[in-house]
């Protein structure tokens, strides 16, 4: 029979700040945010890829080729980033998350083998978020403050988790494009929302593994789609939060118009450019304001 029952929805309130405003009155924010998927994406679900030498060689082309690039793009703008890398990344790639952390980027929480963790028992989920932050800690040297979902896979239990291991921050979801907190049962954590509209993988997704090229198209055609974003976040006071893949992102001809791209959105006054992690702990602070004058 029909189910016209209403359903269930999580035991989460999603609340913005009534004070919510970027640092020094600025009118948008910017993070370059980059999932660092590497050898984990093909991997994440079957781990036999390991044996396909050229599905692993197309992962890893973001670590050992277009990091070093996309490290230079930083340098030479003079701005911040923050790589989401599973933790197995880490391992494999120590000298990559060397430069990253010495360049003064932030290093944040993507799983282990880049699990979704939709459907995880509560335990394992537990077990595969404290497990990657110990590596991530060991290798980089601080405690990982924030979680991007491998797949987009979050459930009420994955935001209860990280509020209780002390979590700065998620940055999975979409309903809003102001950053804002997100209350769950274990406490509070702050949300940094991203849009599929700023994910690369929408225009440039594509992998050997699994079916193939999925989505080819011209590197002018993305920085159409993000300049008109950028430009309404700016009227709307929204976060412009990217999702970038070192691996399709990084290819030469794409770099060159993230350049070109940014450089643009550098000349632009009253934009604020940060870290996941700055983000989130300024509006930690101005939830701990608004509730102490409330
Ligand atoms: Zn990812």
Redesign the pocket.
């Known amino acids: 029979m029909i189910d016209l029952s209403p359903p269930s929805y999580p035991d989460l309130i999603f609340r913005t700040l009534s004070n919510f405003a970027w640092p020094d009155g600025a009118a948008c924010g910017v993070i370059l945010a980059w ?3 590497g050898e ?2 093909p991997m994440a679900s079957d781990r036999s890829v390991v044996n396909h030498v050229a599905a692993i060689s197309e992962a890893a082309y973001g670590l050992t080729t277009a990091m070093p690039r996309i490290l230079d793009l930083h340098r030479d703008l003079g701005v911040p980033g923050t790589f ?1 890398v ?1 933790a197995h990344v880490a391992e494999r790639h120590p000298a990559v998350m060397e430069a990253i952390v010495g360049d003064g980027h932030e290093i944040a929480h ?2 282990y083998m ?1 699990e979704n963790v939709f459907g995880l028992a509560e335990a394992d989920e537990r077990a595969l978020f404290g497990h990657a932050t110990a590596i991530l800690q060991r290798i980089t040297g601080r405690r990982p403050r924030g979680w ?1 979902a ?2 987009w896979g979050v459930t009420e239990q994955t935001l209860s988790i990280m509020a209780s291991m002390g979590m700065a921050y998620d940055a999975s979801l979409m309903e809003r494009d102001v950053p804002h907190m997100v209350d769950t049962t274990a406490g509070s954590i702050v949300e940094l929302p991203i849009s599929m509209v700023l994910d690369d993988w929408a225009l440039f997704g594509s992998s050997l593994y699994g079916g193939g090229v999925s989505s080819l198209t011209s590197a002018a055609r993305a920085e159409a789609i993000w300049r008109e974003e950028f430009d309404g976040l700016r009227r709307f006071g929204g976060l412009f939060q990217t ?1 970038f ?1 070192p691996n399709l992102m990084g290819r030469p001809g794409r770099l060159v118009m993230l350049e070109r791209l940014l450089l643009g959105m550098r000349a632009c006054d009253g934009v604020w450019w940060g870290t996941c992690e700055q983000a989130a702990d300024h509006v930690r602070r101005l939830d701990v304001e608004g509730q102490t004058n409330a």
């Open positions: 999932h660092v998927d984990a994406g989401f599973p993507h799983g880049h991007s491998p797949g999702t893949h």
